[in-house]
Each structure stands twice: as structure tokens, then as C-alpha cells.
T-cell receptor, first 115, second 114 residues
Framework: AQKVTQAQTEISVVEKEDVTLDCVYETRDTTYYLFWYKQPPSGELVFLIRRNSFDEQNEISGRYSWNFQKSTSSFNFTITASQVVDSAVYFCALRLTSGTYKYIFGTGTRLKVLA | EAGVAQSPRYKIIEKRQSVAFWCNPISGHATLYWYQQILGQGPKLLIQFQNNGVVDDSQLPKDRFSAERLKGVDSTLKIQPAKLEDSAVYLC????????????FGDGTRLSIL
């Protein structure tokens, strides 16, 4: 099966707490791409980060960091010192490199950051 | 650069009526996608175009849904006749041709079927 699992349906944290959003994927492709998108209440999905399957370097961008572990098929996303503006639904997506280069989205994690 | 444009933003129709959505992708983006996002779920791909050719429409309910991309630019998605379960947000996205390029999404059209 080729799929993305985001087991956390909803997470609530208090402002300034750190929070980690989990993403586990399954694919038969040896080369693939992983993405995180943010969907604020306005509805538009906003691209956050892309990771190639052959690059396991972790990445930090401001308060955001991503931990890619091929051995566990996980691509987790951490927000440090969360802010109310981080409240949104976050989607992890897998892009295949076989066939039609299909994107497969997880079901999303709704993050609520409380003031 | 201008983003992906979609219209209308909202649409309310009765079941068995028809409806059409329009999408204008980012200039130069060869690949265009239509997704259906039901409340509380992730986007589900309906159809993917590469220029004006269909690459993947395996999840498009072809008995009622149709889509076209004229001249490899704008695209329309049509539902005829609509069913109650079609109530969802319809998202259009576009990307460059390389698989490592992210998709850029429009604001979506929120469709409500009465």
C-alpha cells in the first residue's frame, strides 16, 4: 500500500509550548518526495517544506523543524514556541516518482494554539 | 507572481442541478490538479493534467464529473447532476513538471448541495 498516516487528529497546546506533528508513510518507490502543507481557516493550502527520500538531513526554518527518518518511514514536524497564528490543519503528503507522480495526502492534524 | 485563481469562491445548488468550477493556474505551470476535500479529510485527487492531456483520472466519478483543460492553461470541472455527497471544497493546484516541485493551491470553491 502507498499511503500517509497522520494519527493525531487534533492537538491543543498553550501558546509558547513546543508541539510535534507526526507523519508516517508507506511506499514501494525507492525515490519519493515528502511535503508538509498548512491549511489555515481561510482554506488555502500553503506549502511549508519538501524533502527528498535520499536526503535525511533534518531541517530548521525559524520556529519550524522537520525530522526525516527513513528507517521508520517518518517525517515529523515540530513547531517550537507555538503561536496562536500557527493554529491550522497541517497535512503531510507523499509524492511518488513512479506512474503518474501522484500525490497522496494524509488526513491532516488540526492544531489549536490557545492564548 | 500571481497565485492559482479559482472561481466561484462559494456555490450553493440543489441536488440534481449542475455546477462548474474554473481554475487559472500559475503561469508556466504544466501540471494542473483538481482535488475534492470533504470536511475533516485530506484532499483527494480527482484529476491531473499535464499540459492539456489527462495523466490520472482514476478517482474521478466519470458518470457525473467531467473536466477539461483547454490550450493547456485554464481548466473547468463540472458536476452534472450533483448529489448530496458532492458537498465539499474543490481545490485546484498547479506545479511545474518536475516531481520534486511543490503544488501551489488556490483558495478553493466551497460547494454545498441542498
Amino acid at each position: 500500500a502507498q499511503k500517509v498516516t497522520q494519527a493525531q487528529t487534533e492537538i491543543s497546546v498553550v501558546e509558547k509550548e513546543d508541539v510535534t506533528l507526526d507523519c508516517v508513510y508507506e511506499t514501494r518507490d525507492t525515490t519519493y518526495y515528502l511535503f508538509w502543507y498548512k491549511q489555515p481557516p481561510s482554506g488555502e493550502l500553503v506549502f511549508l517544506i519538501r524533502r527528498n527520500s535520499f536526503d535525511e538531513q533534518n531541517e530548521i526554518s525559524g520556529r519550524y523543524s522537520w525530522n526525516f527518518q527513513k528507517s521508520t518511514s517518518s517525517f515529523n514536524f515540530t513547531i517550537t514556541a507555538s503561536q496562536v497564528v500557527d493554529s491550522a490543519v497541517y497535512f503531510c503528503a507523499l509524492r511518488l516518482t513512479s506512474g503518474t507522480y501522484k500525490y497522496i495526502f494524509g488526513t491532516g492534524t488540526r492544531l489549536k494554539v490557545l492564548a | 507572481e500571481a497565485g492559482v485563481a479559482q472561481s466561484p469562491r462559494y456555490k450553493i445548488i440543489e441536488k440534481r442541478q449542475s455546477v462548474a468550477f474554473w481554475c487559472n493556474p500559475i503561469s508556466g505551470h504544466a501540471t494542473l490538479y483538481w482535488y475534492q476535500q470533504i470536511l475533516g479529510q485530506g484532499p483527494k485527487l480527482l484529476i491531473q493534467f499535464q499540459n492539456n492531456g489527462v495523466v490520472d483520472d482514476s478517482q474521478l466519478p466519470k458518470d457525473r464529473f467531467s473536466a477539461e483543460r483547454l490550450k493547456g492553461v485554464d481548466s473547468t470541472l463540472k458536476i452534472q447532476p450533483a448529489k448530496l455527497e458532492d458537498s465539499a471544497v474543490y481545490l485546484c493546484a498547479s506545479s511545474l513538471g518536475d516531481p520534486n516541485q511543490p503544488q501551489h493551491f488556490g483558495d478553493g470553491t466551497r460547494l454545498s448541495i441542498l
